[in-house]
């Protein structure tokens, strides 16, 4: 794997054919962004802190969004919430797309200053991805200025419009950041995973604190998180990890603190949710602090 790094960006090539560039851009609240073509790379599913937003520049992509099997093309939109599970495939040729990661608190931001659309509660996107040309041109646009501009108010009219625009044009909202429908056993377990994460878990103590068996809490979770206890888990560690990351950290040490066996039991974990590796990532921000 080769690293070929820029100014401002991280690139990472690859098995033959694929490659990938992450780059964090600090003045729209550490905004994530991602570029990538991948040919054989398939994502586990998982879930982010974040919203997910993008579109397909070249080929396909099949993928599960919330357990719906689909297919993105060229000209498909992503718009995924924080906590919705999705994965990823490539289809026939592979695909390319670029993505954005923007927090909860840019998206009220943008969301905010929109006339005539702004509702109480906190926004949400029920159509996780759709096929609209003109507003992935848009998100296209907005992604290539802010790789490439230097100048800081085209940067910030090529995100506000075409993320305004997204937002006008499908943004929902609810009285809570997503519409929660887990019972209050399930957010216990959530919220114990939440804070030991780094420890040693398993299937009984989940349980027991749910009060359930084994086999009925596996399907009660599932059900209502739309992923498995352990695939929930892992991507609690993995946000753990990255934070970790950013601030410089090794990724032998990051992985036995977020509770992983090694390091090679975290990079086959991030680089199937992220798309990278935890050295690579950890360049990337090493590059730009």
């Known amino acids: 794997m080769e690293m070929i790094s820029g100014q401002d960006e991280t690139t ?125 041109r848009a998100l296209i646009e907005a992604h290539n200025v802010i790789e490439h501009s230097r100048d800081p108010l085209e940067k910030d009219e090529a995100l506000f419009r075409s993320l305004g625009a997204l937002i006008d044009k499908y943004g929902s909202w609810s009285t809570g950041l997503l519409e929660k429908r887990e019972p209050r056993a399930i957010a216990r377990v959530c919220d114990y995973m939440q804070a030991h994460f780094g420890d040693e878990l398993n299937l009984e103590m989940l349980a027991n604190i749910a009060g359930m068996s084994r086999a009925y809490f596996v399907r009660v979770f599932a059900k209502n998180m739309n992923q498995t206890p352990h695939s929930y888990l892992t991507d609690i560690r993995i946000r753990a990890a990255r934070k970790l990351l950013n601030l410089g950290r090794d990724p032998m040490s990051v992985a036995i603190e977020c509770g992983f066996f090694d390091q090679s039991h975290l990079n086959r974990h991030f680089k199937r949710r992220i798309g990278i590796t935890p050295g690579a990532y950890k360049n990337m921000h090493a590059h730009q602090n």
């Not at 919430?81 to 390319?96: C, I, K, S």
């Open 12 to 136: 990472i090539e690859l098995k033959q054919g694929e490659h990938a560039t992450f780059w964090r851009e600090e003045s729209y609240d550490s905004l994530e962004c991602f570029k990538a073509t991948f040919l054989r790379h398939e994502y586990s599913p998982h879930t982010h802190d974040t919203f997910v937003i993008g579109a397909v520049v070249s080929g396909y992509q099949r993928h599960k969004l919330k357990g719906s099997e689909s297919v993105g093309g060229p000209g498909s939109v992503f718009m995924l919430n924080p906590e919705d599970v999705h994965d990823g495939r490539p289809l026939e040729q592979g695909y390319t797309y670029r993505m954005f990661y923007p927090s909860v608190r840019l998206m009220d931001e943008i969301a905010a200053d929109l006339p005539g659309i702004r509702q109480s509660g906190s926004l949400f996107f029920r159509e996780l991805m759709c096929d609209d040309k003109r507003i992935a």
